[in-house]
């Protein structure tokens, strides 16, 4: 894998530039900004280097159609402000885009084509897509670690058509988890949660043989806590996950891995009802499961105690909404005071759960925060990423 650190042939050359900008939205405004914030390093060494940058990027899941609430424009704005330079958001379709359209004049440095997703070619990897944007600039650099598990166009099937280089936070990344995962100490915990459980719940038979804990909370969890035959009522849960689930237990069994999963939860009729603690088993056909209650956040506890490595991913319950916020608190507190007492080596990944600790202030009280959800999974699971492997 080559660095850009180290090349000196990016002087005048057109850089297609993929980044992960997917940050958390909120009718239409940035409410948690480390994405950006970590890859201006990147855009700055570029700047200096005289490169003109083509940057792609994709935010939310349009699956290939264009919606206006899910444009780039308020990342391009931010984008702006921090670099105190202009950048020019390109909202042609980007089939049509052809060089002429790019900087048009001499103080155009910085161009961001529309969310690449709102093109369906892109997640499906697609060979003329990619070479379509290819054809836009002269060498692609690669800073989306956080993409990297994807094989989509603009992350894999491009680097066949032009020079391709890692950027600075994919090497600031990779080091990092190069470096946790060779000098891992046991008992190695792992708690999972957040919504993407069908991305989510084959990392998880995969992590079996390789921690001695495994937690499973938050929308992950109601799949877990349906499968023992509870009512989970409105629930967020993915159909058909019933025998990858059977598998992750019969597997634990095997693999002396201990699995957890919620006895108690919180409940409410919506995402904006009264909460009600409830043990599983007592949920109603009305209800939905958004937060795990006290027992399991003392059970939870106890076993952060017990472990030397504590990796997390994915929130506990809707902490979007304060109401539902307690058990992703709770935890991250938990291992805030473990790590600071130098009991356990910290390390939490994934947009939400970075989002969260920012509000918390906690983000500095970890000893490694990822930005990456899946791809962090991926790579802990020991899978070779696209993203990467089409880099070397
Ligand atoms: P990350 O970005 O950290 O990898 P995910 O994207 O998988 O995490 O999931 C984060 C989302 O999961 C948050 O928006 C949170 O509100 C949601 N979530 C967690 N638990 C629940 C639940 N019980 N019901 C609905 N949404 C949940
Ligand atoms: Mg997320």
Redesign the pocket.
């Given at each position: 894998m080559r660095s850009i650190k180290f090349e000196t042939e990016l002087i005048n050359k057109k850089i297609l530039l993929r980044l992960d900008l997917n940050v958390?939205l909120e009718s239409g405004k940035i409410t948690d900004t480390t994405r950006i914030d970590k890859i201006i390093p990147t855009l700055k060494f570029l700047i200096k280097k005289n490169s003109k940058i083509i940057i792609l990027s994709h935010i939310g899941r349009p699956k290939g159609k264009i919606l206006k609430e899910l444009s780039l424009k308020p990342i391009c704005l931010n984008l702006e402000n921090k670099l105190q330079q202009s950048v020019k958001l390109l909202k042609k379709n980007i089939n049509e885009i052809n060089h002429l359209d790019l900087f048009k004049n001499n103080d155009e440095k910085i161009i961001m084509l529309e969310n690449i997703r709102f093109y369906d070619e892109e997640e499906k990897n697609d060979y003329k897509f990619a070479k379509h944007l290819s054809s836009l600039g002269d060498i692609y650099v690669n800073d989306a670690f956080s993409c990297s598990h994807r094989s989509h166009a603009s992350i894999s099937q491009i680097t066949k058509f032009l020079p391709s280089y890692s950027g600075l936070q994919m090497e600031v990344e990779m080091t990092a988890l190069r470096k946790i995962t060779s000098e891992i100490k046991k008992p190695i915990t792992c708690i999972i949660?957040?919504?993407?459980?069908s991305?989510?719940i084959d990392v998880i038979k995969n992590l079996i043989s390789k921690f001695d804990n495994i937690i499973i909370?938050?929308?992950?969890?109601?799949n877990v806590i349906k499968h023992m035959g509870y009512e989970i009522g409105k629930?967020?849960h993915e159909d058909n996950a019933e025998k990858i689930i059977e598998e992750i237990f019969s597997l634990s069994k095997k693999g002396k891995c201990n699995i957890f999963f919620p006895q108690d939860?919180v409940v409410a009729n919506d995402?904006n009802g009264v909460p009600f603690q409830k043990e599983i088993g007592k949920i109603s056909s009305e209800e939905?499961?958004?937060?795990i209650g006290e027992k399991t956040i003392k059970m939870i506890e106890g076993i952060i105690t017990e472990s030397k490595t504590v990796f997390w991913?994915?929130?506990?319950?809707?902490?979007?909404?304060k109401n539902?916020a307690n058990g992703?608190i709770k935890i991250a507190k938990k291992i805030v005071d473990n790590s600071k007492a130098k009991k356990i080596y910290s390390v939490a990944?994934?947009?939400?759960?970075?989002?969260?600790l920012n509000s918390l202030n906690f983000v500095n009280d970890f000893d490694f925060v990822s930005t990456?959800?899946?791809a962090?999974l991926e790579y802990l699971e020991g899978k070779q990423l696209p993203g990467i492997t089409a880099l070397k």
């Open positions: 958390p949660g957040g919504s993407k459980i991305t989510k909370v938050g929308g992950m969890a109601n629930s967020l939860v995402k939905m499961i958004l937060d991913n994915g929130p506990a319950g809707f902490f979007e909404n539902f992703s990944g994934g947009g939400d759960t970075v989002s969260l990456a959800g899946g962090f």
